[in-house]
Nanobody, 125 residues
């Protein structure tokens, strides 16, 4: 069983930056595909980014490509999301996710085995 805990959310002005972190405990973290999803009020859960178990491949939604960077540090059991040029439409609860299938890089949230509790990001205009 993997336990994921996110941190780093908060209130930021449009154009600003935030770094989200996710620390994992339990399981074999360094063999999992990891990712970030988000859910804005009244909206469906949305894929943001994913990273392969080696960290060598990354995937982004079109809405964040070029502004967000996903990275991982397997030695620290950590996942990060660096968010730059934030927009009000980035306001959401951001969730860290893990998929025990290291060869799958999915944009579908039901294919991830483990979820964190979420961290709130609010971008003011």
């Amino acid at each position: 069983q993997v336990h994921l805990v996110e941190s780093g959310g908060g209130l930021v002005q449009a154009g600003g930056s935030l770094r989200l972190s996710c620390i994992a405990s339990g399981g074999t973290f360094n063999t999992y595909t990891l990712g970030w999803f988000r859910q804005a009020p009244g909206k469906e859960r949305e894929f943001v980014a994913a990273i392969s178990w080696t960290g060598g491949s990354t995937f982004y939604s079109d809405s964040v490509k070029g502004r967000f960077t996903i990275s991982r540090d397997n030695g620290k059991n950590a996942l990060y999301l660096d968010m730059n040029s934030l927009k009000p439409e980035d306001t959401a609860v951001y969730y860290c996710v893990a998929d025990s299938d290291r060869y799958r890089w999915s944009r579908i949230y039901t294919e991830y085995d483990y979820w964190g509790q979420g961290t709130h990001v609010t971008v003011s205009s």
